[in-house]
């Protein structure tokens, strides 16, 4: 079944930025595990390996669907941030980014009448909203950590306070 050219190069930005999320959230850990952070760079680090496996499955959407994919190059995130705050704030910000990008991406799959990739982005829909939810749950809780004691004991639980249930 084809996919138009417009929906196609959609798709294709979509995997990239995946792609550009999951550096981002790399550099992320980094940070926090250059600074002894090891419970954040551990939730950055299963950040990264979900965002990789997204972009994978925008990218392998395309081929199923009889094309083969550009894969363009992915610009260098932030990696200097002044504390764990702006590391928080930045994957807030990530998240609802990537979020105005799906929503996006369904409205040209609903403009097109492209049912497949409708129900492929399904998923990704409700996937958003539990991004947005971990992701203003870990900047409230690093604001509320404002001390070092506050800071060390959330880093500790950190994976298990933001993800819950979901927690890898």
Known sequence: ???????????????????????AYFAMACWCEARNWS?????????TSEEQEHAHQFFHFLVDRDVSPEVGSVPAPTSKFSDLIAVAKAAFDLERANTAAIHALYELALAE???????????????QVE????????????????????????DRHVVREVLGDQAK
């Open 1 to 23: 079944m084809a996919i138009s050219p417009t929906l196609q190069a959609a798709f294709e930005t979509q995997g990239n930025r995946e792609f550009a999320t999951a550096k």
């Open 39 to 47: 419970g954040f760079a551990k939730l950055f680090t299963v950040q």
């Open 113 to 127: 009448k492209d049912y497949a990739a409708q129900a492929f982005l399904h998923p990704f829909l409700l996937e």
């Open 131 to 154: 991004e947005e939810a971990w992701t203003d749950k870990l900047l409230d809780k690093t604001r509320q950590a404002n001390c070092a004691g506050g800071l060390f004991n959330l």
